[in-house]
């Protein structure tokens, strides 16, 4: 998603740009360019050398330095980034940027800016909740500047509270939705994800492999490209992308309660999970246990809801996109599930397939949709996000 895109970050003068060196090196890792600029304020923390090493591009910090060709600089700078990060922004540089005041190289570009401009504050809690401050960021979120949120603990002068920059991993989230085409604004998306887990006791479930990596793939794909995201998941070790309202569940009954919620306000679902197709007949208060002598246990079971088939029937004028995991005659089983579901498309796999089972980075699928099965090569779950968005944008414009 990064690849030859252009960033160019702006480090102010707080503790926090320590992290900006590390958010540095994320963006060469994802192939984008990155230039960085530097308050004078901010050498003091980071020296200009370290920016540079990582970022394999000089450093601008001096707006009357020689030129090293007849670009003028700060105008150069702003026609060349695709998308513009002030990261740390102290309250001194947030207040500069919404008055239009240009005194520094930063300032300079930021008033000559063409592109998108995401601003991580970072700061005390007592700054960070200054009624000039709150202003600033207000009016500038008003002009169309992207403002990030805080995160909350033990700040660098030892208060506990918010003012914490996110973390480089979360401030790169944001920076992949900034680059995005936006062809889902607008739209509401609902993504399931993740195994869910049927109680029999207070100690034992009944549950599956399923880990939730292709579902949060989904809704990371579906944010960065303009959706409201809303994504219903079973328990998980993932971490949520930025950005998405999560609604977590345990069981079927949970998940189907939560999509019912969601549901009439849905533009399309999608339902990567695995929810368990049945519960326990009886559920035990206490923890079942061993009896001497019997060597086998007996636990009934009931059927769960058909969470896709039962909103797949009611999908309207909605686009419904199945799942289905299968050992053995994939394409069949499969196709079967597209018809009875009403579903627009289902995304089949073996998981007998190396590379194409749970908990794996890649996936091997085929798509079939009333055209019949389109076969698709290895490859990662992210890329197969983006193939799926991409089907469903087709159906979208198709429908319009």
């Not at 980071?46 to 020689?66: A, R």
Request: glycine share 6%; proline share 5%; with cysteine.
């Amino acid at each position: 998603m990064l690849k030859d895109k252009n960033i160019l970050l702006c480090v102010t003068g707080g503790i926090a740009a320590y992290k900006a060196v590390q958010l540095v090196s994320l963006l060469k890792k994802a192939s984008a360019n990155v230039k960085v600029i530097m308050t004078e304020h901010a050498c003091k923390f980071v020296t200009p050398l370290t920016f540079q090493t990582m970022s394999e591009n000089p450093v601008y910090v001096d707006m009357f330095h020689p030129l090293s060709n007849m670009d003028v600089e700060h105008i150069s700078l702003a026609k060349w980034a695709d998308l513009i990060v002030v990261a740390p922004a102290t309250a001194n540089t947030i207040a500069k940027i919404n008055l239009g005041i240009g005194d520094n190289m930063l300032t300079t570009v930021l008033l000559a800016k063409r592109s998108p401009v995401l601003i991580a504050p970072a700061m005390n809690t007592k700054m960070m909740d200054n009624p000039v401050n709150k202003k600033h960021l207000k009016e500038l979120e008003d002009k169309d500047f992207i403002i990030l949120p805080c995160g909350d603990g033990r700040l660098a002068c030892g208060d506990i509270g918010t003012g914490k920059m996110l973390d480089p991993e979360q401030i790169l989230e944001y920076i992949e939705i900034g680059v995005s085409s936006p062809d889902f604004k607008d739209k509401n998306i609902i993504i399931t994800a993740g195994g869910t887990r049927e109680a029999l006791d207070p100690v034992r479930y009944l549950g599956n492999r399923s880990t939730g990596k292709m579902g949060y793939a989904i809704a990371r794909e579906a944010r960065n490209r303009g959706a409201n995201v809303i994504l219903i998941t079973a328990p998980t070790s993932l971490t949520p992308p930025e950005g998405v309202k999560v609604v977590p569940v345990e069981s079927t009954k949970d998940m189907y309660q939560a999509v019912e919620d969601h549901f009439e306000k849905s533009d399309i679902f999608i339902c990567p999970a695995a929810p368990a197709d049945y519960k326990a007949k009886h559920y035990s208060d206490h923890k079942i246990k061993k009896t001497q002598g019997d060597d086998t246990l007996v636990v009934e079971f009931d059927r769960n809801p058909d969470i896709l088939q039962t909103f797949g029937n009611k999908k309207g004028n909605r686009i419904v996109v199945g799942f289905a995991a299968e050992s053995q005659k994939v394409t069949d089983y499969a196709s079967k599930k597209l018809n009875k579901k009403n579903l627009d498309f289902i995304v089949a796999n073996n998981i007998t397939k190396k590379g194409a089972g749970f908990s794996s980075d890649t996936n091997i699928v085929t798509i079939i949709d009333k055209e019949g099965p389109h076969e698709l090569e290895m490859m990662g779950k992210d890329e197969l996000a983006k193939v799926i968005m991409d089907k469903i944008k087709g159906i979208l414009e198709q429908k319009s």
